[in-house]
Every structure is written in C-alpha cells, then in structure tokens.
C-alpha cells in the first residue's frame, strides 16, 4: 500500500479555514451580482467609463510594477543581505548590552 503523504492531508481546522473562505467568496459574487443587476436603469455617462477605464488600468499598471519589483529584488539577492541570520537559533549572552 501506498503512504500518504502528511504534509497533503487537510486537518479539521484547515477545512473549516477553507469551507469560510469559500462561503465569503460565495457571499462576495452573490452580492456583487445582487448590485449589478439591481441597477438597470442607471446610465453612465462618457466620463464615468473613461474614469472606470483608467483606474483599472493604473490599478493593473500599479500591482504589476510592484510585483515585478519584488521578484527582482528577490532574484538579485537585494533581500539576502537584510537579515542572514534570521533562521539561526543562536541567542545572544545575556551578559552584552547593546
């Protein structure tokens, strides 16, 4: 027979975590379509669309740039040198003041 694997089992917590997760999802969509459909009669004008067009453009532009940022500077080392001994358990003497 073939042994899981305990690092691909879902605990208790995990699937509660998750079945909260999805019920906001569900929650968000269902709301999110209730408010669309809810105003039919309402007109955008030209200006209300060019504004709705540039602030999901800069949005998109915005989250990009930052997250090409960030793996840059992780690819580059930029991040190594920060903290490198952030993973040892080595404690200071408690006799040093700093």
Same mark, same amino acid.
């Given at each position: ?15 509660? &975590? ?6 906001? =999802?569900? +929650?968000?969509?269902?709301? %999110?379509?209730?408010?669309? @459909? ?22 998109? &532009? ?6 090409? =940022?960030? +793996?840059?500077?992780?690819? %580059?080392?930029?991040?190594? @040198? ?17």
């Amino acid at each position: 027979m073939r042994e899981q694997n305990p690092s691909r089992t879902i605990n208790f917590g995990q699937a509660i &975590v998750l079945i909260v997760l999805f019920a906001m =999802l569900l +929650f968000a969509i269902v709301w %999110s379509m209730m408010a669309w @459909t809810s105003a039919e009669d309402a007109e955008m004008s030209i200006h209300g669309w060019i504004a709705l067009a540039l602030g999901t453009v800069f949005s998109l &532009v915005i989250g990009c740039g930052l997250m090409a =940022l960030m +793996f840059y500077s992780n690819r %580059s080392g930029y991040d190594d @040198t920060a903290n490198t001994d952030w993973r040892s358990e080595k404690k200071p003497p408690d006799d040093e003041v700093g």
